[in-house]
């Protein structure tokens, strides 16, 4: 399984990533995490993207290409993977195909997981991060809630509802994601790789993504 997840902030994608994961071998590549261990780790490239980082600032696509490129040649990703929101841009989506074309890597398909605005909203909204920075293990309120007191049920950190997880901050990421990443959409129509798939039920929509027989 080689694919790639599309869908809005709060349709899905962690959630089903990790379903695939378990049930395929194949590993979850979010480009926060490898920009967050190329930092912890120290290496030339973290280094450098922390200087970014630090600032607020947007890590350049040079760097984040280089950094998708050495994940995508280490021995795990041979079982498969499953890039989660990633690439975010058409820039960065043609970025990436020259680089799967130069590792002779071929894409099984790209999944756009699609759920509803309310659906979205009350996501995240009632999602909660351990504030462990080495755990951040994520609840709902709702259907997953945190240990009593509001504590992380693996390490007993506090969970917290971050800054963009507001009603406010939501609505903010959603219109970003509707301007630069949503047009992903076309360009993987025209590459004929385009999956839509609805994601309102977990188990349902792993199913759905099952049938496709990747």
């Keep these: 399984m080689k694919i790639i997840l599309l869908g809005s902030p709060g349709a899905g994608k962690g959630t089903i ?99 509803p605005l309310d659906v979205i909203l009350g996501r995240l909204t009632s999602r909660r991060t351990c504030s462990n920075h080495s755990c951040q293990e994520i609840y709902n309120i709702r259907n997953n809630p945190p240990a009593s007191g509001g504590k992380c049920k693996i390490c007993g950190h506090i969970v917290v509802q971050r800054d963009d997880e507001t009603e406010e901050a939501i609505a903010e990421r959603i219109k970003i994601y509707n301007e630069k990443t949503a047009p992903l959409i076309s360009f993987y129509q025209e590459e004929k790789l385009l999956k839509n798939v609805e994601s309102l039920y977990a188990e349902e929509t792993f199913n759905a993504i099952k049938a496709l027989k990747i």
Excluded: W
């Excluded at 379903?19 to 930092?39: C, F, H």
């Excluded at 120290?42 to 970014?52: D, F, M, N, R, W």
């Excluded at 079982?79 to 841009?89: A, E, K, S, Y």
């Design 17 to 115: 990533a990790k379903m695939l994961m378990k049930d395929s071998g194949a590993v979850q590549i979010s480009t926060g995490d490898i920009l967050r261990s190329a930092v912890k780790e120290g290496t030339k490239l973290g280094i450098e993207a922390k200087k970014y980082m630090d600032k607020g600032a947007l890590v350049p696509d040079v760097l984040i290409m280089e950094i998708i490129e050495r994940r995508l040649q280490q021995p795990d990703c041979e079982r498969g993977f499953i890039l989660d929101g990633f690439p975010r841009t058409v820039k960065q989506a043609h970025l990436l195909n020259k680089i799967l074309e130069k590792l002779k890597i071929d894409l099984d398909c790209v999944i756009n997981l699609e759920a």
